[in-house]
């Protein structure tokens, strides 16, 4: 987090909308991540994590073409999200774009 300080805070003077995925940066310490955070979001940026932003990618279970992709990576790589999608996939038979 904090190389990317610099950057963002940059984009927020110029009028960006900054979003920072919080889980995907790496620091020297668990301190120096949370006052680099602090500092983004106190300057206005928006905190979230990967798995929120692949979702918000997907938006709709409904979209068919993307379906199978991003529940592929967050089986993976989404924690309890992910297994609730193996679990409702075994149990139901869940398949929400189809």
């Not at 927020?12 to 983004?40: K, L, N, P, T, W």
């Amino acid at each position: 987090s904090v190389c990317i300080v610099g950057p963002a805070l940059s984009a927020i003077d110029q009028g960006f909308e900054v979003y920072v995925i919080a889980d995907a940066c790496g620091d020297v310490s668990d301190e120096a991540h949370e006052r680099a955070m602090q500092r983004m979001i106190q300057a206005g940026a928006r905190p979230m994590t990967a798995l929120q932003y692949l979702l918000e990618l997907q938006r709709d279970w409904a979209r068919g073409e993307t379906y199978e992709l991003t529940t592929g990576i967050a089986k993976v790589h989404g924690g309890g999200y992910g297994l609730g999608i193996i679990y409702a996939k075994s149990m139901f038979g869940a398949s929400e774009a189809h």
